[in-house]
């Protein structure tokens, strides 16, 4: 029988990567160290498969992720220090989990004799920075941070650096380069350049999935640092005002679990993927207050969002995913809306409790000078 290990496998993605693994007949283990501000209490979830393989541990564990590796056909590598806003002060723990965890990761793949079939490792959009934009008169263009003095002006959207007109975003491709915002997005692409470099070193086939804003079900409701998704959902739930920086009119790219799922499985079982970086998102923008809206009128409540018409230090205005090289070489396409998401997204809540803690992660950020 095929083995597949996920680290991070009983967090939100794992666990339903973990669940899809055991159906299609993988024996498969979990190497988890249940992050109390993930699973409270640091239990194992409910929604653990039973038929997976629980082994309690941390990617900082040289040798007990030594152990659990070997022996292991496949390897997601999806643990890891999650949040951007607050990647910005627990900078140590952010870059030893995510770097150092990786980093013992590869180290035990290429000092000992465990020999796996292909690593699959979760990047994130976040490492693009703004995505591409176009002038009408100058053409594309990569900008870089915002300048905060336009943004005090609330002058929000990125302007060209040729002519000074506003230009509009377009797709981002995985050719794009990457710049940074945040620790976490830096983390996130020395994870990706780590694992990319040391497989082609080693003959290890690698591939990188370049995640956008994932949401549905199983993601925290408690954490004020997940995504926008849930933590509009859970303020919503408890009849606040999702809070949204600058005017509400900036883009994300917003995929469903069930696809991201897909993604994965179809990189695993196809040689065309071995080495390669994929963006993973829905190629469809959609702005905040749209997002905001369509959560309040699938719970059924006349909430509108706290517009603070303030900047928020590292955000980027507009990025959405170029998805036409996936396609093109493994044949994924997402296949869920972000209507029908969001019902069974909400669905789910009804049986879950969400204690909204975004104030307290608001004034924090706010102490330390991020908005």
């Given at each position: 029988m095929t083995r597949v290990?996920?680290?991070?496998?009983?967090?939100?993605?794992?666990s339903?990567?973990?669940?899809?693994?055991?159906?299609?007949?993988?024996?498969?283990?979990?190497?988890?160290?249940?992050?109390?501000?993930?699973?409270?209490?640091?239990?194992?979830?409910?929604?653990?498969?039973?038929?997976?393989?629980?082994?309690?541990?941390?990617?900082?564990d040289?040798?007990?992720?030594?152990?659990?590796?070997?022996?292991?056909d496949?390897?997601?590598?999806?643990?890891?220090?999650?949040?951007?806003?607050?990647s910005?002060?627990?900078?140590?723990?952010?870059?030893d989990?995510?770097?150092?965890?990786t980093?013992?990761?590869?180290?035990?793949?290429?000092?000992?004799?465990?020999?796996?079939?292909?690593?699959?490792?979760?990047?994130?959009?976040s490492?693009?920075?703004?995505?591409?934009?176009?002038?009408?008169?100058?053409?594309?263009?990569r900008?870089?941070?915002?300048n905060?003095?336009?943004?005090?002006?609330?002058?929000?959207?990125?302007?060209?650096?040729?002519?000074?007109s506003?230009?509009?975003?377009?797709?981002?491709p995985?050719?794009?380069?990457?710049?940074?915002n945040?620790?976490?997005?830096?983390?996130?692409?020395?994870?990706?350049?780590?694992?990319?470099?040391?497989?082609?070193?080693?003959?290890i086939?690698?591939?990188?999935?370049?995640?956008?804003?994932?949401?549905?079900?199983?993601?925290?409701?408690?954490?004020?640092?997940?995504?926008v998704?849930?933590?509009?959902?859970?303020?919503?739930?408890n009849d606040?005002?999702?809070?949204?920086?600058?005017?509400?009119?900036?883009?994300?790219?917003?995929?469903?679990?069930d696809?991201?799922?897909?993604?994965?499985?179809?990189?695993?079982?196809?040689?065309?993927?071995?080495?390669?970086?994929?963006?993973?998102g829905n190629?469809?923008?959609?702005?905040?207050?749209?997002?905001s809206?369509?959560?309040?009128?699938?719970?059924?409540?006349?909430?509108?969002?706290?517009?603070?018409?303030?900047f928020?230090?590292?955000?980027?205005?507009?990025?959405y995913?170029?998805?036409s090289?996936?396609?093109?070489?493994?044949?994924?396409?997402?296949k869920?809306?972000?209507?029908?998401?969001i019902?069974?997204?909400?669905?789910?809540?009804?049986?879950?409790?969400?204690?909204?803690?975004?104030?307290?992660?608001?004034?924090?950020?706010?102490?330390?000078g991020?908005?």
């Amino acid at each position: 029988m095929t083995r597949v290990l996920v680290t991070g496998g009983a967090g939100f993605i794992g666990s339903f990567l973990t669940d899809s693994l055991v159906e299609k007949g993988y024996k498969v283990t979990v190497f988890d160290n249940l992050e109390p501000q993930v699973h409270p209490g640091g239990r194992i979830p409910d929604y653990f498969n039973k038929k997976a393989k629980f082994v309690y541990g941390d990617v900082l564990d040289y040798k007990a992720l030594r152990k659990v590796v070997k022996g292991q056909d496949y390897i997601f590598h999806f643990a890891g220090r999650v949040g951007v806003a607050q990647s910005q002060y627990e900078i140590k723990k952010y870059t030893d989990v995510n770097v150092g965890g990786t980093a013992n990761l590869l180290d035990i793949l290429v000092n000992t004799k465990i020999k796996i079939k292909k690593l699959i490792i979760a990047a994130s959009m976040s490492s693009y920075g703004e995505g591409v934009y176009k002038c009408p008169k100058c053409g594309e263009f990569r900008p870089g941070l915002r300048n905060i003095k336009q943004c005090e002006k609330k002058k929000w959207e990125i302007m060209c650096p040729d002519c000074l007109s506003f230009a509009k975003p377009v797709p981002t491709p995985e050719s794009a380069g990457q710049n940074c915002n945040s620790i976490y997005a830096l983390t996130k692409k020395v994870q990706e350049d780590m694992g990319t470099m040391i497989g082609k070193t080693y003959n290890i086939p690698t591939t990188a999935l370049r995640f956008f804003n994932v949401y549905g079900p199983r993601q925290s409701l408690s954490n004020p640092y997940t995504g926008v998704v849930a933590i509009f959902l859970s303020r919503i739930k408890n009849d606040r005002s999702p809070v949204i920086f600058e005017d509400g009119v900036q883009t994300r790219d917003f995929i469903y679990v069930d696809d991201v799922i897909r993604a994965c499985i179809s990189v695993m079982t196809s040689s065309s993927a071995n080495y390669e970086v994929f963006n993973v998102g829905n190629g469809k923008p959609l702005t905040l207050i749209e997002v905001s809206e369509k959560i309040a009128k699938s719970c059924g409540k006349n909430i509108k969002p706290e517009i603070t018409n303030k900047f928020r230090k590292g955000d980027v205005r507009h990025c959405y995913a170029d998805m036409s090289k996936i396609k093109g070489m493994i044949g994924f396409k997402p296949k869920v809306s972000f209507k029908d998401g969001i019902r069974k997204l909400i669905d789910w809540s009804k049986e879950v409790k969400a204690i909204d803690r975004y104030e307290r992660a608001r004034k924090e950020m706010k102490s330390r000078g991020l908005v």
